[in-house]
Structure formats: structure tokens, C-alpha cells
Nanobody, 132 residues
Framework: QVHLVESGGGLVQAGGSLKLSCAAS????????MGWFRQAPGKEREFVAA????????YYVDSVKGRFTISRDITKDTVYLQMNSLKPEDTAVYYC?????????????????????????WGQGTQVTVSS
């Protein structure tokens, strides 16, 4: 069983920054990609960013490019999301997940519709609220 624990959310003014963390446990995550997702009230969960196991490849959705940076520490099975220049539309509960597929396939799954149904395990998420 995969266990995911997200942290680091909070309330911040527009233009501010936050750094989220997600610790994964429950199995060996060698070669797993890790990704961040978010869900705003009344909306479906959506993909935000992903990073390959080595950290050598990253992927961002257009709405966060240039503002968010994903990174990971493979020794701790932890993924981070540095969020700068935050906007009110970034307000959401943020989740992470892991995917054992090769990176391109992981991206395809993570960015698919109804992504919340694509993975068996999700953490509790961490709330990010950006005030205008």
C-alpha cells in the first residue's frame, strides 16, 4: 500500500510563494515518476507537474510554467513543489502521487481526465489559498 503525506500549504497573498512537500512510503519507489495535482472547489482534480525518478526530466502544465518548480529527493522518497508568483486561481487542495511507468507514459496518465480514478492511493492533500 502506498502512503502519501502532503504538507506546506497555507494562506498567502497574490504574488507570494509557498513550498509544498510530499513524502511517499509503503514500497520501493525506484524508477517511479512523481507528480503534483490540484483540485479547486467544484472542479475535477487536475495535473500540475511531474518529475522523473532521476529528476532529470520535468513537465509542467502551461498555467504554472515559469512559476512552479518541481524537485525531488530520492533518498527520502519526497517530492517538492516550489510555487512562486501565486495567483488566486492557484487556490486548491494540492495532492501528489507516484507512477511506476516510464516518464512519458506517466505524464499521459497524470494528465488524463478523471485522474482521481487513475490511481488507487491518494493522500489527504494540503490546502493552498491565494488571496487577491
Amino acid at each position: 500500500q502506498v502512503h502519501l503525506v502532503e504538507s506546506g500549504g497555507g494562506l498567502v497573498q497574490a504574488g507570494g510563494s509557498l513550498k509544498l512537500s510530499c513524502a511517499a512510503s509503503g514500497r520501493t519507489f525506484t524508477s517511479y515518476a512523481m507528480g503534483w495535482f490540484r483540485q479547486a472547489p467544484g472542479k475535477e482534480r487536475e495535473f500540475v507537474a511531474a518529475i522523473s525518478w532521476s529528476g532529470g526530466s520535468t513537465y509542467y502544465v502551461d498555467s504554472v510554467k515559469g512559476r512552479f518548480t518541481i524537485s525531488r529527493d530520492i533518498t527520502k522518497d519526497t517530492v517538492y513543489l516550489q510555487m512562486n508568483s501565486l495567483k488566486p486561481e492557484d487556490t486548491a487542495v494540492y495532492y501528489c502521487n507516484v507512477d511506476p511507468s516510464i516518464f512519458s507514459a506517466a505524464i499521459a496518465t497524470m494528465s488524463s481526465s478523471s485522474v482521481s480514478l487513475r490511481y488507487d492511493y491518494w493522500g489527504q492533500g494540503t490546502q493552498v489559498t491565494v488571496s487577491s
